[in-house]
């Protein structure tokens, strides 16, 4: 049994990993500060793990939660892109400060490797579908997509400069249970689930076809779970993501349907930092990790509708 230590644990990504390393017989460590993970995440299994309350930007707290650790699967994060276009300074504390963090403390505590959680976001304006993760430059285009390159840069240096193996995860356009659909910055997928479910008027930011490389949550449970012990993994960066691209207006239609609802959209202007698409390829993770998605775009919005309709209330 190894210890595995999630930062972010109490979030919609790191409970769900919390809930699979259970489920495979290790002993978990969670380590979040609750400023959006969220206690009813880890209800289920409180008395399984151990959680250790503390900030990624206080290098002694991160230091005692990685103590004694086997892996340290980093999620602990400022997430959104339109967050950091409104509080730069914040994501960048977070995002590259509390990675660097993470990196020095698991260093100094012997951790055999870091999984890093990072972003398709830092592809940019990269045209050159579908995006292969060693061809072509990456174009950040908002302060969120900065941080999480420069989270990987630091994953790859601790890797070659002090022997820590890293791995760096990009992840497309998470979505799937425990998505809070009410925060400022909820993702796509959990607002619009929700919305339909509810009969409220929704916005879609431009004119809906910006696509995205939709991504189921077990798929990246699974590749966090292989990145952490495929041999040939370290120091490298992956895409995880199903090798597709829906557009908004396609994932809307797909809503309505599985909802039995028409739900009334209106557009409204694009957002700043928006890439226009996004679809990947994965087959460097096939290779070293051996990933393969494990649930399509199609079934994963029917898991989500499922998971959402059998909520009392959408505001868990």
């Known amino acids: 049994m190894a210890l595995y230590v999630v930062t972010g644990g109490a979030g919609f ?51 005692r939660a990685v103590a004694g650790a086997d892996y340290v699967l980093h999620q602990g994060a400022l997430r959104s892109v339109p967050r950091s276009v409104d509080n730069p300074v914040a994501s960048n504390d977070v995002n590259v400060g509390g990675t660097l963090n993470v ?22 304006k990269r045209e050159d579908f579908p995006l292969v ?17 420069a989270g990987e840069k630091y994953c790859k240096v601790f890797t070659e400069l002090y022997g820590l193996e890293t791995v760096s995860l990009r ?43 939709w991504t ?25 993501a199903c090798g597709d691209s829906w557009d908004l207006n396609r994932v809307i239609d797909k809503l309505r349907e599985l909802i039995g609802v028409d739900g009334e959209v209106e557009y409204g202007p694009p957002r ?16 070293l990790l051996g990933y393969e998605p494990l649930v399509q775009a199609t079934e994963g919005l029917e898991r989500t509708v499922d998971w959402y309709r059998q909520q009392g209330t959408l505001s868990t």
């Open 13 to 63: 990504i790191g409970s769900h990993l919390v809930e699979a390393l259970l489920e495979r017989g290790e002993q978990v460590r969670v380590f979040d500060d609750f400023s959006t993970g969220k206690q009813v995440h880890l209800a289920p299994f409180a008395d399984r793990i151990e959680v250790i309350e503390g900030d990624l930007c206080h290098l002694e707290q991160v230091r």
């Open 103 to 124: 990196l020095h403390a698991a260093k100094e505590a012997g951790v055999r490797r870091v999984v890093s959680a990072s972003s398709s976001s830092v592809y940019g």
């Open 133 to 149: 993760e060693d061809v072509g430059e990456l174009e950040p285009m908002s302060p969120y997509a900065v941080s999480k390159l």
């Open 171 to 213: 992840y497309f356009n998470v979505f799937g249970p425990r998505m809070d659909p009410n925060s400022a910055y909820a993702a796509f997928i959990a607002i619009f689930a929700a919305g339909l479910l509810e009969g409220r008027k929704l916005t879609i930011h431009g004119d809906g076809t910006i696509s995205r490389d």
């Open 216 to 240: 189921y949550i077990d798929n990246v449970v699974d590749a966090n779970l292989r990145a952490a012990s495929a041999p040939d993994a370290s120091g490298e960066a992956f895409n995880i």
């Open 272 to 287: 700043a930092g928006d890439m226009p698409k996004s679809q990947a390829s994965i087959e460097k993770a096939k290779k």
